[in-house]
């Protein structure tokens, strides 16, 4: 992890798209095909650790037909939200001041929570990077599931933590009665990714708020609720009230996934307003995001025709795939979100070069003792390349 350029900062560097062949290892030389497209032959066994849905994008060959590994979601972003930012371009010479103001308001009526307590970013992976430097700068360590969505982890790790990675359930959900046992007087934060990334699994609302309740009495618990919005009903499973009632809780949410904002970057943290203070510190906040975003973001906000009609089209491309997969003879965990994680029969990274060659992004995982594929939910064209893809190689 502490190697002078590890696989995951090598990554983030972009080298393996563009210039510095030179001071590439040997190892990003060969996935590089003739022209600087990396060669998908060699792509997942190369990215076997410290894959990203970055890196697997980076490397996916040209010509995908389905584009089915970062839980992007592919109806969005909604038509008032494509308006707002044809209406609000001619504003691009403005610092997003007003419009700055405007989405942390709206946020905060509709969450009961004062707008001093909500810090904006673009999307929020500044917010999990805000939290791992804040909350590793003195060593300790970071509590988190495994698998999970290892993004805050990792980072805290190249600071200064260690990781105590806690195994999921036999029902493949985040363990928080052994996530609790794993806590000890050096944990400075507790991750907890709900619903889990890459399982798609809830854990149970009274349980997760009486553990907040209890741990956050000694420990700050970060909820990142990326997916909440695909459940039911997101305003009960969310542990905004825990916020609302004083805990030491910090709740991450992003535009990217069911408001399809993935590439128009916009999320935000809510917490106490100390905390919300010191994580300002390590971010940019409402500066890093673009005058349209925000306005596409202050339209799209609980647009729930928008929303409704999104989630309806993701749960029939899901049963699409149970479907697909119960007939091959395999296996799935449920999925509360848009994405599906099952068990397959081979190599995982043979199974990720061979839907390569097909044009189909996937990710996969070995856990569990298991071999895994993680399948976005994309729209039912992309469904059904997965699916023909996948009944050749089955
Ligand atoms: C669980 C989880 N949290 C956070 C993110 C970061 O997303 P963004 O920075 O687009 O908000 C992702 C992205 O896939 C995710 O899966």
Aim: proline share 6%; charged share 25%; with cysteine.
């Amino acid at each position: 992890m502490s190697t002078p350029m590890n696989r995951r900062q090598l990554l983030k560097t972009g080298a393996l798209l563009t210039g510095g062949l030179g001071l590439l290892p040997p190892l990003a030389g060969n996935l590089l095909a003739a022209g600087g497209h990396p060669a998908p032959a060699d792509m997942f066994d190369a990215l076997r650790h410290h894959a990203t849905d970055e890196s697997v994008m980076l490397a996916a060959p040209p010509e995908l037909k389905a584009r089915l590994a970062a839980n992007e979601n592919p109806f969005g972003p909604s038509l008032k939200a494509k308006k707002a930012i044809q209406e609000s371009i001619g504003e691009g010479n403005r610092y997003p001041f007003m419009i700055g103001r405007e989405l942390p308001n709206k946020i905060a009526a509709y969450e009961n929570i004062p707008s001093s307590q909500i810090l904006m970013s673009a999307g929020s992976s500044p917010i999990l990077l805000a939290a791992a430097m804040y909350f590793s700068k003195d060593g300790g360590n970071v509590v988190t599931g495994d698998p999970s969505y290892d993004d805050l982890p990792d980072k805290a790790e190249d600071f200064k933590a260690k990781l105590i990675k806690v195994p999921l359930t036999a029902d493949y959900k985040l363990d928080l009665d052994a996530m609790e046992k794993a806590i000890n007087a050096d944990t400075k934060l507790v991750y907890i990714c709900n619903p889990n990334n890459p399982t798609a699994t809830v854990v149970d609302t009274e349980k997760l708020r009486s553990f907040c309740e209890r741990v956050s009495a000694k420990v700050p618990v970060f909820i990142d609720e990326a997916y909440i919005d695909y459940l039911d009903d997101p305003k009960a499973a969310s542990m905004m009230d825990c916020v609302r009632k004083g805990q030491n809780v910090i709740i991450a949410r992003t535009f990217s996934k069911l408001y399809g904002f993935a590439g128009l970057r916009v999320g935000y943290a809510v917490g106490q307003p100390a905390t919300i203070r010191a994580l300002g510190n390590y971010t940019n906040g409402i500066m890093s995001i673009s005058v349209t975003s925000l306005s596409a973001a202050v339209a799209a906000y609980n647009d729930f025709e928008y929303l409704h009609e999104a989630k309806a089209k993701t749960q029939a491309s899901k049963k699409f795939l149970y479907e697909v997969l119960e007939k091959e003879g395999y296996t799935y965990i449920p999925s509360a979100a848009n994405f599906v994680m099952f068990p397959i029969k081979m190599d995982s990274n043979k199974f990720g070069m061979e839907m390569f060659k097909r044009g189909v992004a996937i990710r996969t995982w070995k856990f569990s003792g298991k071999e895994w594929c993680r399948i976005s939910l994309g729209t039912m064209e992309e469904m059904q390349e997965f699916a023909k893809a996948f009944r050749e190689i089955s």
